[in-house]
């Protein structure tokens, strides 16, 4: 008998549970998925263009806040 080291549970097998390993590589891949969509979004072209737009509007609302002053 083993501890499942997925679920820490008595597995009746020398193994972890089949269904807690694949459970634990579908949110290994999930995760993945997660940390791999900013490097996505960072290469992503239209993404720069977004920033100089919002980089824009920052700097026109930095003026108006000056003429405020
Ligand atoms: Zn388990």
């Known amino acids: 008998m083993k501890i499942c080291s997925v679920c820490k549970k008595i597995s009746a097998t020398d193994q972890d549970h089949l269904d807690c390993v694949q459970r634990r590589s579908i949110e290994m891949e999930d995760e993945d998925f997660k940390n ?3 490097e996505k979004l960072n290469l992503s072209k239209d993404n720069q263009e977004l920033g100089v ?3 824009a509007i920052l700097e ?4 108006e806040k000056e003429k405020a002053d």
């Open 36 to 38: 791999s969509i900013p």
């Open 53 to 55: 737009e919002v980089r």
């Open 60 to 63: 026109h609302m930095t003026k």
